[in-house]
């Protein structure tokens, strides 16, 4: 492969192996140009931006012959949209191809209604600036999973589209055959019966509330493995509540919160999966009740991110402590005074 670059964009050349004819024009991009993700691939040749014998072909399916030679035109990156914002960060670690953040409270992930600025996105666009190799042909981050806008703990995002493809095959699969884990810490009304256990149920949007997802047959499946950490014991002596460690195998939305809630351990300070549990709170010591109400989220962090480099094959693992107002209600949830 060759290449050229100028201020309008790169130019590559891929000349066809004898192997390689009789194979479509999208598949032997996709293998000689792994730097290019397959939609932006195909979205190039149906732009006309790739050749053959100075001849566009806009027909991803295009078989090529052996010896044929592929030029492809990609334009320069275009601005991000939306637009970067200089709002501080807490990296936990940063590279040329991927950055993994310690995500706050609050921190919406995506612009969408409501929520149009103040995002990771426009933070990630300005602190990365020109390192992002535009993902789809846009300067953007690759957000590959996302965490809710009060949910606390670690993300990755992908600078390129080589790490983009890694990333999302890594989420994909969730473990099953690579190294991705991704980790959490759960505050859950009362204890469960047993030391650990795996709630395997599929999840999709409630049929009425829209807003929320609900345990749904017919819905995609969502595998959650749960273990008890810590129990806490209300003013009475007896057990109220529990931290649990959680790893997830699948990665639906809202999956710990709905799975919890699901088996009758809904999560501290849920207020759309635990509403009925509000008056557990009678059964805190007064400082524990002080924390929870002064929590005004649900008592979840994600601790824990494995995955595997997307250019170096690493195995990199990040853990990330507890922010201070799940400390406070732990360390209130021991005392029952």
Same mark, same amino acid.
């Given at each position: 492969?060759?290449g050229?670059?100028?201020?309008?964009g790169?130019?590559l050349?891929?000349?066809?192996?004898?192997?390689?004819?009789?194979?479509r024009?999208?598949?032997?991009?996709?293998?000689?140009?792994? %730097?290019?993700s397959?939609?932006?691939?195909?979205?190039?040749?149906?732009?006309?931006? #790739?050749s053959?014998?100075?001849?566009?072909?806009?027909?991803?399916a295009?078989?090529?012959?052996?010896g044929?030679t592929?030029?492809? +035109?990609?334009?320069?990156?275009?601005?991000?949209?939306?637009?970067?914002?200089?709002i501080a960060?807490?990296? #936990?670690?940063?590279?040329?191809?991927?950055?993994?953040i310690?995500?706050?409270?609050?921190?919406?992930v995506h612009?969408?209604?409501?929520?149009?600025?103040?995002?990771?996105?426009?933070?990630?666009?300005?602190?990365?600036?020109?390192?992002?190799?535009?993902?789809?042909?846009?300067?953007?981050?690759?957000?590959?999973?996302?965490?809710?806008?009060?949910?606390?703990?670690?993300?990755?995002?992908?600078?390129n589209?080589?790490a983009?493809?890694?990333?999302?095959?890594?989420?994909?699969?969730?473990?099953?055959?690579g190294a991705?884990?991704?980790?959490?810490k759960?505050? #859950?009304?009362?204890?469960?019966?047993?030391?650990?256990?795996?709630? +395997?149920?599929?999840?999709d949007?409630?049929?009425?509330?829209? %807003?929320?997802?609900?345990?749904?047959?017919?819905?995609r499946e969502?595998?959650t493995h749960w273990?008890?950490? %810590?129990?806490?014991?209300g003013?009475?002596?007896?057990? #109220?509540?529990?931290l649990?460690?959680?790893?997830?195998?699948?990665?639906?939305t809202?999956?710990?919160?709905?799975h919890?809630?699901?088996?009758?351990?809904p999560l501290?300070?849920?207020?759309?999966?635990?509403?009925?549990?509000?008056?557990?709170?009678?059964?805190?010591?007064?400082?524990?009740?002080?924390?929870?109400?002064?929590?005004?989220?649900?008592?979840?962090?994600?601790?824990?991110?494995?995955?595997?480099?997307p250019r170096?094959?690493?195995?990199?693992?990040w %853990?990330?402590?507890?922010?201070?107002?799940l400390?406070?209600?732990?360390?209130?949830?021991?005392?029952?005074?």
């Amino acid at each position: 492969m060759q290449g050229s670059s100028s201020k309008s964009g790169q130019r590559l050349e891929v000349t066809v192996a004898g192997d390689e004819g009789s194979t479509r024009l999208d598949r032997v991009l996709a293998v000689r140009l792994p %730097e290019l993700s397959r939609s932006r691939l195909k979205a190039l040749i149906l732009a006309g931006s #790739v050749s053959i014998k100075s001849v566009p072909v806009r027909d991803p399916a295009y078989h090529v012959a052996g010896g044929d030679t592929i030029t492809i +035109d990609v334009p320069e990156a275009v601005a991000a949209e939306p637009a970067g914002e200089a709002i501080a960060l807490d990296i #936990v670690y940063e590279d040329d191809d991927i950055i993994v953040i310690d995500k706050p409270r609050g921190l919406v992930v995506h612009p969408a209604a409501g929520h149009e600025t103040g995002t990771l996105v426009n933070a990630l666009i300005a602190h990365c600036g020109a390192s992002l190799s535009g993902i789809g042909g846009v300067r953007r981050p690759g957000i590959v999973h996302r965490l809710d806008k009060d949910t606390t703990g670690l993300m990755v995002a992908a600078k390129n589209d080589r790490a983009h493809q890694s990333l999302t095959a890594q989420f994909a699969d969730h473990g099953r055959t690579g190294a991705m884990r991704r980790g959490y810490k759960a505050f #859950v009304w009362d204890l469960p019966n047993r030391q650990r256990g795996t709630v +395997d149920a599929p999840i999709d949007r409630h049929p009425f509330a829209r %807003e929320k997802m609900a345990v749904r047959e017919g819905g995609r499946e969502a595998i959650t493995h749960w273990e008890i950490e %810590e129990s806490f014991d209300g003013r009475d002596g007896k057990p #109220v509540a529990a931290l649990l460690a959680c790893q997830l195998e699948t990665g639906r939305t809202h999956q710990i919160r709905v799975h919890l809630a699901h088996i009758g351990h809904p999560l501290l300070g849920d207020g759309v999966y635990g509403p009925h549990f509000k008056t557990k709170a009678s059964h805190l010591g007064p400082r524990s009740q002080a924390a929870l109400a002064a929590l005004g989220r649900q008592a979840l962090h994600a601790y824990l991110l494995a995955l595997e480099h997307p250019r170096t094959g690493e195995i990199l693992h990040w %853990e990330s402590h507890l922010p201070e107002d799940l400390l406070l209600l732990q360390k209130t949830l021991r005392a029952t005074e």
